[in-house]
């Protein structure tokens, strides 16, 4: 495990405890009890359960003391249902050990058999650690506590998070587990603990009187719904201290509903990143005075101090005082409210008063909202030294504002005091997109651009509105069955015979859609679909597309003179466009890699249905790797299934994509343009890179399954450039394995295409130096690399996708290839990554490749939104 420890000063402020704070408590640091049992973690397992053990052990220790896990590395964790802690013991997670909740949604079930399912009701599933009726009871340790809100649910296919989505899009409550629930208890601790991806909040605490949370960190996507950070209700004598939480809801929510009151809080030396920002409310009905919030920075949360309620919920919010917070691109840093909900029905008017903002600043602009119900419930707010950069964006109305009034410019040393997330495991393995970057991944967002990078053309497509994906049914133009008896005009016995006969035919139909109709059979030959054909939709009408098959078996290593004895007497009647594609290839040496197509498309609005494309280059040998019997002498080479070359608008629909190496190229017509790809409700099978290329691809509703098991291997190998907007995306796809899952397995590295050679780390070679230059090159030991090297980066971005276990979890992106090789490049996330090597690599981005700055935001390169893991 990689912890960044507290710097000096605050080290020395938790030491020194806690002063001038609304905690009526005196509050220090708290110590660890002893254990009273350590029990170590094993293997994780699919199906293990160490539920009775941690519950027994907690049952059999005495008041006083605690119950320690211990673990050593990623692999051993503790998994466990619903646990309960006793009055006066704790729980003790050692750093290296992983608690993590069970993924059974039966074993957290209320008795109504809710857990897991969406209803009008939620709240079906018990928590996953319970203190109720307790005393001086806490959760200690540098290890962590891992709701695994992002995985798959047993017996599901969604995960906790993906189950609150579809609540939200339903207008419906979900029923998940949260993941630690105080209630009626007294003197409760949170200590040094790291807690995760719950499925819902992360810490509630009802009816509690003392509760410390201190340097605790909480840690869950900024996409997960309703995962508040700490929520204290109706509770009294509330410290929160030293902590760092970004997640995706409020990151502390103070709230008082029917059971009392709250007040008494202190939330003091905090760092916030994203979530909702430092709330009051929803429910304030029971009442919440003396909160005293110092000494916070909030970089990236939604909202900043924010006070929200309504008539449905409202009651008097009082002595509430902000002193010395920091915000840094927070959309609302002030936001105060009594109208969160403007459909809300009820009597229960808010009322703010006698609250405080002194030495508050936002380094960034934003909005400012500070509303009251009406002229008899007006906001008390005083004012000292406020500050909000930029344009001024407010909405005030119904406010008392007395003191200074809100500078638009920054005298405060806020600039200094941000830090980055104490991460708890090597940062950026994960990049998670943000909901507002997710939108932007849409079909409709990606496809609607093409053409040169940075200057793309808008031209909106749609391909799920086209009859092909509503499944029309259509009259064929042509007809392909190899039982018929072929007429050369309508009727033929291979699809290439027909294509020619379609290209010939298209300069008396310019601009008209062809449809092409296979007869369900097995066509064993190569498929060269040429630009100058019309609009083609070749379509299948078997039962599934593996009814329909075209297959052959090229690899990269046959020479061009096999190939031409092979498939010449094929081509040597076909139309001249398509002769021109075989002859590129026919004189080669070897064939290489973009020799090897079954089907080759490079026609303008090609579409196809209810098909499979097929290589089946050493699919004779099994999917096994080969440096393992009994395929040792198995050597694999590229072969591709299809290549959709300069096509635009190329639309596949059920079709299947079987390959081994390489089974999929999608290329743009030259470096630093682009064209679009759509793949809906198809699987794709490969090994290495089986997914490639630098135009922009959709692959929606989906399996993308991984073969074999290889030592090592990727799913794609983009290389898009760097100005291009979108390379691939991955919606509501499936990532599969077909069953052996002992290699290294990867979503993606980024295709260093054409390369000699690498500046982004030296080799073991005397001399050894790789340069900007004109052109790509190498020769022991110096060595250039080109411009349009540099800037095919490779985009990837999967959304609400289901990632399985043979992906490897914590960096499912890889580099290319491994540090101290001659074609070396470190993953790259964003446009910051790119900006950074190149300077590393002694290239500057200005004075060698002309650009005018670094990009501000960070373009995504990679990225996850609301995946689902295995």
Known sequence: MIYRRLSAVAAMLCAAGVTHAQDSRKVNEPVPPPACVVLTAGAAMANADDTSRIQAAIDQCPAGRSVRLVGSNEKQRFTAGPLKLRSGVSLLVDEGATLQASLNPKLYDRGANTCGTIDKQGRGCKPFITIDNAKSSGIYGEGIIDGQGGRVIDGDSESWWQLARRAQKEDARQNVPRLIEVTNAQDITLHKITLRNS????????KVDGFTAWNV???TPATARNTDGIDPIS???VTIAYSHIRTGDDNVAIKAGNNGATENISILHNRFYSGHGMSIGSETNG???????????????TSGLRIKSDVSRGGVVDQISYRNVCLRNVKTPIDIDTHYDNRAEGALVPAYSNIMLDDVHSVTPGRIIIQGYDVQNQVQLKLRNVSIAGRRDRKIEFANLSGDAISSKDTSTCANRFAPFPEVMAA???PQLTLEQAKQFSYSEVLKYVGVAG???VDPWDPLSDPLAKGAAFTPDYIVDKAARADGFRTFNTVQEAVSRIVLDSTARPGKRLYLLLKPGVYSELVYIPSSAAPITMYGEGKDAAATRITAKLDASITGASYDAQYGPQFA?????????YATIKDRPQIGTFGTQTVWAQNNGFQARNLTFENGYNKDTGNARAEELPNVNNVHHQALALSVDSADKAQFENIRLIGFQDTLYLKSPQPGSTVRSFFNKSYIEGDVDFIFGDSTAYFYQSEIRTL?????SYVAAPDTHVKTRYGFVFDNVRFTHEGAKTGNFYLLRQWFHSSRCTPYAPLAVEGYSCTYGPTNGYKAPTGTVARVSLEAVGKMAVLNSRIGAHINKQQPWSDWNKKGTISYRPVQYNSDDHWNNLIKAGIDPVKDLGYSKRPTPADVFLGEFNNSDE
Request: no cysteine; aromatic share 2%.
């Open 199 to 206: 499925p819902n909040f992360h810490v509630t605490l009802n």
């Open 217 to 219: 960190r909480i840690d």
């Open 455 to 457: 200057k793309e053309t």
């Open 235 to 237: 509770s009294r004598n």
């Open 573 to 581: 009647k076909a139309a001249p466009a398509v002769q021109a594609m």
């Open 708 to 712: 074999g098991d290889r030592g090592v």
């Open 287 to 301: 009442g919440v005075r003396r909160v005293l919030v110092e000494d916070l920075s909030m970089d990236g949360t």
């Open 428 to 430: 950026g393995t994960r």
